[in-house]
């Protein structure tokens, strides 16, 4: 009987227990929150279903180009290993060249149809020196490929395809528009692979001081998503599916994807490549001057005032379309129409990206004073351009004179003797140079004998004892102003 009452009461506690616990969990589940809301995530949805759909629409006009092109190979007689020439005859003798066929793959973009032809943009480095293109589209469809030209200072080229089919071309959007932080997809063919999708962001904008292997006239898109070898050509595209860059290059010690890629903007990707299609060639801007970025030193060097940045003309172009506009050596470019100069490869890409002829605002500082000049470009050729740099090395000779021994140049006053020595004209004021050394300074900076030194700095050079004066002043550099005949230049020491 006992043992029946305390296992009543212990059945009794234990249901008490029992509801308590259910109570206190049904009192939870009013206020509960699910683990994962979808309304919480819908962004992400959304995010999802817009990279379903660029796969899904855009990725069809993205094509795999294969390239053939032939290599010359030196072969030399196998025997020459082991025993050599001992009689150093015809050391050539026994070379022989083979013709190799050498194939290599990237990426493009089919962006234009008229008629019966389709056009695809990639990089001119896919195609250059090809013999042979091939097109493969939708990674089932080939078809063989035409060049029609290429700008290597752009990167960009064009490919024609004759075809009946129909094909799909890419939605080209505004790089213009362009953020950092905008999600971004790469498509292309890394190491061949088809259509290869990646995701990232835009990680900067307006990359200019990126190298490159030759005269670069555009700034560049950076994005961290994934661009390896194969994806060169092939698009940039936002997340509404628009193509906003060419994928062209990418930093990297090991060959692969490090996070660091470049994209051309599409803007002036289309651009060249609409000049490619409609004129066959691509013909760029000419100013003709050669320039320096300056530094806040270089401007409280030269005195100049009211300034913080901008481009210092250090020489004109004879006949050049900045001569002919009036800019001259000491001149200060601050903006080019409504842009102003920052990097030093501003300069180059804004007028490289003009057509010739196009009429060109410049504001300038001139003997610290602003003022604005009108040019019109000419044709830009492989010899002359707007170059930041200097021209070539000058010959040079001992004559007697003021020993500048810092910059390893002799220096003398302007009188009847220097001028007949040196065919000087009455105007040239200052003092000449007499004498340049080997590897000095004046030498490295391409100085020669007649060159009269007008100027330094902010401060008239009148003789020689004004030049030893302002040198011995205590600067890392000097900007010596130069006048060579009629030219004038800068050179910085």
């Known amino acids: 009987m006992l043992d029946f009452f305390k296992k009543s009461i212990i059945f009794f506690y234990l249901m008490i227990f029992l509801f308590s616990c259910s109570a206190a969990k049904?009192?939870?589940?009013?206020?509960?929150?699910?683990i994962i809301n979808p309304d919480q995530y819908k962004g992400l949805s959304d995010l999802q279903d817009s990279i379903h759909s660029i796969a899904k629409n855009q990725a069809a006009s993205v094509v795999l180009i294969s390239t053939e092109k032939t290599v010359v190979q030196n072969l030399t007689d196998p025997f020459d290993f082991f025993f050599g020439n001992p009689f150093n005859q015809n050391p050539r003798r026994n070379q022989q060249q083979q013709k190799l066929k050498?194939?290599?793959?990237?990426?493009?973009?089919?962006?234009e149809n008229r008629n019966d032809k389709y056009y695809v943009m990639t990089n001119n480095h896919v195609i250059a020196n090809a013999d042979s293109i091939q097109i493969k589209v939708d990674q089932n469809k080939s078809y063989k490929g035409k060049l029609l030209g290429a700008d290597p200072n752009?990167?960009?080229?064009?490919?024609?395809?004759t075809t009946k089919d129909k094909l799909?071309?890419?939605?080209?959007g505004d790089s213009t528009k362009v953020q950092v932080g905008d999600f971004v997809v790469a498509v292309g063919n890394p190491f061949g692979l088809s259509g290869t999708f990646t995701f990232g962001i835009v990680s900067a904008i307006g990359r200019r001081n990126v190298q490159t292997d030759n005269v670069s006239l555009t700034d560049f898109i950076q994005t961290d998503a994934s661009i390896n070898p194969g994806n060169s050509g092939g698009p940039l595209i936002n997340i509404q599916g628009e193509v906003i860059g060419i994928n062209t290059l990418i930093y990297?010690?090991?060959?692969?994807?490090?996070?660091?890629?470049?994209?051309?903007?599409?803007?002036?990707?289309?651009?060249?490549?609409?000049?490619?299609?409609?004129?066959?060639?691509?013909?760029?801007g000419y100013l003709g001057i050669y320039y320096k970025e300056l530094t806040k030193d270089d401007i409280n060097t030269l005195g100049l005032k009211n300034i913080e940045e901008g481009m210092l003309v250090t020489?004109?172009?004879k006949n050049s379309p900045a001569e002919k506009a009036g800019l001259k050596s000491g001149d200060v470019i601050i903006k080019v129409d409504d842009n102003r100069l920052t990097n030093s490869n501003d300069l180059a890409i804004i007028i490289g990206n003009k057509d010739?002829?196009?009429?060109?605002?410049?504001?300038?500082?001139?003997?610290n004073k602003t003022e604005q000049k009108v040019v019109t470009l000419g044709k830009r050729t492989e010899k002359s351009f707007t170059q930041n740099q200097q021209p070539g090395p000058q010959d040079n000779n001992d004559n007697n004179g003021t020993y500048l021994e810092k910059y390893g140049m002799k220096i003398a006053a302007i009188n009847a003797d220097t001028r007949r020595q040196f065919?000087?004209?009455?105007e040239d004021q200052g003092a000449v140079i007499t004498g340049i050394y080997d590897n000095s300074p004046a030498q490295a900076n391409q100085l020669q004998e007649g060159d009269v030194i007008y100027k330094i700095n902010d401060q008239t050079v009148r003789n020689p004892d004004d030049i030893v004066k302002i040198t011995k002043e205590d600067r890392d550099k000097n900007y010596f102003f130069i006048k060579r005949n009629n030219m004038q230049f800068i050179v910085v020491m």
Do not use: R
């Open 154 to 161: 752009i990167d960009i080229a064009v490919v024609e395809i």
């Open 423 to 426: 065919n000087l004209s009455n």
């Open 356 to 367: 010739p002829g196009t009429k060109v605002t410049f504001t300038i500082l001139s003997n």
């Open 252 to 284: 990297s010690q090991s060959g692969g994807s490090i996070g660091i890629g470049f994209a051309i903007p599409v803007n002036i990707a289309k651009n060249t490549a609409y000049k490619i299609i409609d004129k066959g060639a691509v013909e760029h």
């Open 168 to 172: 799909p071309t890419a939605k080209m």
């Open 26 to 34: 049904n009192g939870e589940n009013k206020n509960a929150q699910p």
């Open 315 to 317: 020489q004109v172009a």
């Open 102 to 111: 050498e194939t290599a793959l990237g990426s493009g973009l089919i962006f």
